[in-house]
């Protein structure tokens, strides 16, 4: 046991993990190769665990498919042929844009073991961001389904000379139609015997996911193949998995919580992992939570409040079901959410937090840890995290408790992701002193819990989604009305925000509803749904620094209808550097 450089002894924290004993555990032969794939599938059958289902997909129309450890590692050693095949090199990328299907787990497997990084897209994202993400990611291959393929992708194919292959999946199981350089990868998979995975470390790149930044491009987190370690580690602290459970992660296969949580933590822990092909509907979902016996739940805030919105009878008429724990990330819980779980579930809501960056849970409510509603918990073993403030350009650790800071974390945890791709410079500014700055704002309590504040930087929690504002302003620029544009989040009742902007036109443009719905239907064409403003103001001009600008925080409070700008960044500045608007 070593103590976090903070003064206050609930800040005690084990550094000295035992991370070994898990890589021994998964990594087979002492031969100094680790690879997710194998770990999440011939692992198991290995130890005679290849009959047990390791996927249960449940359609639109609730129709199901089992997939068990040995078909899946079958279907992956197929896919990874497949890839080998067309020549992908190890630490290419494979980018895959498909919603909750099955062919999901032998893909990203399939690219595991090929060697490749493993990069799956929101669907809801438009045709502009999935562009941006294709490029900044040098994706060589696409898996995508030919619906999406064909309404996002095909049109703006010429510009990515870098994708190579497409390979689609037909609507409903069935076969592709003929489209130029495409291939039907279900068809590929059955006629191609399977392989075994390359020789890959625990360095080894493994999976990419974009993280909106508050300017420049978006930018993509890499982690290696060493993140399964904390995967593992994580899905038995927090959620106990084992052999006998059904785990429900219902997360969006975008969202790295799906990597993490809906594909490798619940496969390296032997578990079964329940997917539903359909976005959130309260009474389908107790009703799967009920039929399938789920025992582990990971969802979002905004998915609990989606459901409290339904009524408590509702959900006590599924009170008897077979749930140990159920568990959120993305956005704040409160107490009441907590509670309300325990009413109307029989099991409390667990808050846990994390980010793309961190790879995997850092900080949570787990059985073991002690419990507090409405805090974030506290940090797991192996994790050193403290509240640190920047003064001058030294980070120091805030000594008294329940005092505003920002959350830092230790650099030594197995999924800390190892660099960025794309973005401007935003690495350097994180990184302090062997500290990782989140950029969330959080105080401690006396007894170690963190309780979230807010953000240092401009970002937008939209239904658990993190939406970057210089993405969104960046395509509103595109349209020649637009001169100036600033987003920012609004607060709303389900969603915790959503995207407005402010924006001051070119000449000869007259604002008016006209324009608003011109501007709110190119948005959403370019963006698609989830980024597109929902709502465009318009203003002379736009409130800016003296280096030109936009702040942002000004256009919150407008939206906030606040009198003025002042909120917590001001009060508490960030590292000087750390972000635009300083
Ligand atoms: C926010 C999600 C409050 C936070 C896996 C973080 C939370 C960002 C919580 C990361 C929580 C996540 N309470 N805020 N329990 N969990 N966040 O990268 O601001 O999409 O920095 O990863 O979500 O979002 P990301």
């Not at 993400?133 to 696409?142: D, I, P």
């Not at 399938?292 to 079901?321: C, D, H, Q």
Request: proline share 7%.
């Amino acid at each position: 046991m070593a103590s976090a450089k903070s003064g206050n002894a609930a800040k005690t924290v084990e550094t000295s993990f035992p991370w070994d004993e898990t890589l021994a555990e998964l990594s087979g032969p002492a031969d100094g190769c680790l690879n997710i794939a194998t770990a999440c599938a011939d692992h198991h059958v290995a130890a005679g665990r290849g009959d047990n289902v390791a996927v249960r997909w449940l359609g639109r129309r609730l129709e199901r498919r089992d997939i068990t450890y040995r078909q899946l590692a079958d279907l992956s050693g197929r896919a990874a042929a497949v890839l080998a095949g067309l020549g992908l090199a190890p630490g290419d990328t494979v980018a895959v844009l498909m919603d909750r299907v099955p062919e999901l787990y032998s893909a990203a497997l399939g690219i595991w073991k090929a060697g490749g990084v493993y990069c799956p897209l929101f669907a809801a994202f438009g045709p502009g961001p999935i562009k941006a993400r294709l490029e900044v990611g040098r994706a060589r291959v696409l898996i995508a389904s030919e619906e999406l393929y064909l309404r996002k992708v095909a049109p703006g194919r010429a510009g990515l000379p870098q994708l190579e292959h497409v390979l689609l999946l037909g609507e409903d199981g069935g076969s592709v139609r003929p489209h130029d350089g495409c291939s039907d990868f279900r068809a590929l998979l059955a006629a191609t015997p399977p392989v075994g995975p390359v020789a890959t470390t625990p360095d080894s790149p493994a999976f990419l996911h974009f993280t909106s930044g508050t300017t420049g491009t978006p930018k993509g987190a890499l982690h290696t193949h060493r993140a399964v370690l904390a995967h593992l580690v994580t899905a038995r602290a927090v959620f106990g998995l084992g052999e006998a459970d059904i785990f429900w992660c219902t997360a969006d296969p975008g969202w790295i919580t799906s990597t993490a949580y809906g594909v490798i933590a619940p496969l390296a822990a032997g578990a079964t992992v329940l997917v539903d092909e359909a976005d959130v509907e309260p009474r389908r979902w107790y009703g799967i939570l009920h039929d399938e016996k789920v025992t582990a739940w990971y969802t979002t805030p905004t998915a609990i409040r989606t459901m409290m919105r339904f009524g408590a009878a509702l959900a006590r008429s599924y009170r008897e079901n077979s749930l140990r724990v159920v568990a959120s990330v993305g956005e704040p819980l409160n107490g009441e959410a907590v509670s309300w779980g325990q009413k109307a579930l029989g099991v409390p809501f667990l808050d846990t937090w994390w980010q793309t960056e961190t790879g995997a849970i850092v900080v949570a409510n787990a059985p073991g840890q002690g419990r507090r509603p409405g805090s974030m918990g506290r940090a797991l073993p192996g994790v050193e995290a403290a509240v640190m403030r920047c003064d001058g350009t030294a980070p120091k650790a805030v000594e008294a408790a329940d005092t505003v800071g920002e959350l830092a974390l230790r650099l030594d945890w197995p999924s800390m992701f190892s660099g960025y791709l794309g973005g401007n410079g935003l690495l350097t500014n994180c990184f302090r002193e062997g500290w990782y700055f989140t950029g969330d704002l959080v105080k401690q309590d006396a007894d170690g819990f963190f309780w979230f504040i807010g953000r240092v930087d401009d970002m937008i929690k939209c239904g658990g989604l993190q939406i970057g504002p210089f993405e969104v302003e960046g395509m509103l620029m595109d349209h020649p009305a637009v001169a100036e544009v600033g987003v920012v989040g609004k607060p709303d009742l389900l969603l915790r925000e959503v995207p407005v902007a402010f924006a001051s036109l070119n000449p000869g443009f007259e604002a008016g509803d006209a324009l608003r719905a011109e501007l709110l239907s190119f948005a959403r064409q370019e963006l698609g749904n989830v980024l597109a403003p929902r709502e465009i103001y318009f203003v002379d001009e736009l409130p800016k620094t003296f280096t030109g600008k936009i702040l942002r925080r000004v256009l919150k409070a407008k939206a906030l209808a606040e009198p003025d700008g002042t909120d917590l960044l001001a009060a508490l500045p960030p590292c000087p550097g750390r972000f635009d608007d300083e």
